[in-house]
C-alpha cells in the first residue's frame, strides 16, 4: 500500500478547496441572475398595469398628442347626458370633471352603478379627431364617502 504523504494531503486539501469555491462562485452567480429576471419581471409586470388616468381637462389640453391612442379618463356623469336607442347598445353619454365636458360612446351593457351622480366613473378607450370619446371598457369606481341622503 502506498502511503499518502503530507504534501500530497495539502494538494488534494488545496483542490477540494478551489472546488467549493468554484462552485460558490457559480452558485452566487446562479442566484444573481434569479433574482435580476425576478426584479425585471415584476417590474414589467407592474409597469403595464399602472395606466395614467387623464382627466377631462387634461385629455381636452392634449388632444392632439392623445387623439387615436388608448387613455383612460377620469369624470363624472353628467346628469341627462345618457341616450340609448330602443334596441341598440350603443350608449352616448358626456362626463365632466367640473369644468370641462366630454361626449362618450360605449358599444355594450354599462355597469349599474354608472347611474349614480356620486360615482367616479373611468373611461378606457381612445379620443377620435370627431371630438368624442370612443370607450372600450367603463370602469365605475365606488364613492369613497357615503353621503347622507337629503331629504
Known amino acids: 500500500m502506498s502511503e499518502v504523504t503530507p504534501v500530497e494531503r495539502r494538494q488534494a486539501a488545496l483542490e477540494s ?45 392634449q388632444q392632439a ?13 353628467v346628469a341627462a347626458s345618457f341616450s340609448r336607442e330602443p334596441g341598440s347598445t350603443l350608449a352616448r353619454f358626456s362626463v365632466t370633471d367640473g369644468q370641462k365636458t366630454l361626449p362618450a360612446e360605449y358599444q355594450g351593457v354599462v355597469p349599474d352603478l354608472f347611474f349614480n351622480e356620486h360615482s367616479d366613473i373611468v ?29
Open 65 to 77: 398628442s392623445l387623439t387615436g391612442k388608448p387613455v383612460r379618463v377620469s369624470g363624472r356623469l
Open 123 to 151: 373611461l378606457q378607450g381612445t379620443y377620435h379627431q370627431d371630438g368624442v370619446f370612443h370607450t372600450e371598457n367603463v370602469i365605475v369606481k365606488c364613492p369613497s364617502k357615503y353621503v347622507a341622503a337629503v331629504e
Open 17 to 61: 478547496e478551489g472546488g467549493i469555491a468554484r462552485f460558490r462562485g457559480r452558485l452566487f452567480i446562479g442566484g444573481a441572475l434569479l433574482v435580476g429576471a425576478l426584479v425585471y419581471f415584476s417590474y414589467t409586470a407592474f409597469q403595464g398595469s399602472t395606466v395614467y388616468y387623464y382627466t377631462v381637462g387634461e385629455l381636452g389640453a
